[in-house]
């Protein structure tokens, strides 16, 4: 176990739990267990996805490692100076982030790519202490709903005051630190148009220039 990560054996969602044994029989070279989180707690810019891909992340044990939304997300930080290397959809490529860590709201790969309020509550805790372990953080990057509502609860802020919606950057008073908000890079959401290439790549152009001061 790493610190901000379930034990690998996390038992707290039944589900899940259920998921991940039928998975370790079908895939028994797969990771197969919570995903650990990927880059520095020093850094300033936190990202947190939904939840780990059953071919990727949850294959790989590193969020969005061989996942499509890894193939968005991926180059457009190393296109903003926000990760160096060569991202190749494994553990062991030698891409590394900088400035940034990538984690996902739930740690462990959902039944047809979907978790529940519940597991997302209760995963919630792991999120919370990652969020605390961080001293430099000042922006997080929400990819998606699911990950927006699990921020403003783990940080006690109500989602009524703080609708998502994509590009809005929300000031959260009490913990002095920004949350920008970004449609999920899922196959489905580009596939259907909901979020192209260049609409990603303008959030990653915000965050830089939130970075940097000069927006
Ligand atoms: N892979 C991840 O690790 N997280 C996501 O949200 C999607 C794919």
Do not use: W
Not at 23 to 38: D, I, L, R, S, T
Not at 86 to 99: A, N
Not at 141 to 164: E, I, P
């Amino acid at each position: 176990m790493s610190f901000c990560t379930p034990k690998k054996d996390c038992s707290l969602c039944p589900r899940l739990v259920q998921f991940r044994k039928e998975n370790q029989k079908k895939y028994p070279a797969y990771h197969n267990a919570p995903v650990e989180p990927f880059g520095s707690l020093d850094a300033r810019i936190l990202i947190v996805g939904m939840a780990p891909g059953l071919n990727g992340a949850n294959q790989t044990n590193r969020p969005f490692t061989n996942d499509y939304a890894g193939d968005v997300l991926y180059p457009a930080l190393k296109k903003y100076g926000f990760a160096k290397g060569i991202y190749d959809k494994q553990k062991d490529d030698g891409f590394e982030l900088l400035d940034v860590r990538v984690t996902n709201a739930v740690r462990c790969v959902p039944p047809q790519n979907k978790v529940t309020g519940d597991e997302a509550k209760t995963c919630g805790r792991f999120l919370a202490e990652e969020i605390a372990a961080m001293p430099n953080l000042k922006i997080i990057v929400s990819l998606g709903t699911v990950s927006h509502n699990a921020v403003l609860r783990t940080l006690g802020y109500k989602q009524t005051d703080y609708k998502f919606t994509h590009g809005v950057v929300h000031r959260l008073p009490r913990h002095g630190i920004l949350l920008l908000d970004s449609y999920h890079t899922s196959r489905y959401n580009i596939n259907t148009g909901v979020l192209t290439d260049k609409m990603f790549d303008a959030i990653i152009q915000k965050l830089y220039r939130l970075l940097n001061g000069s927006d």
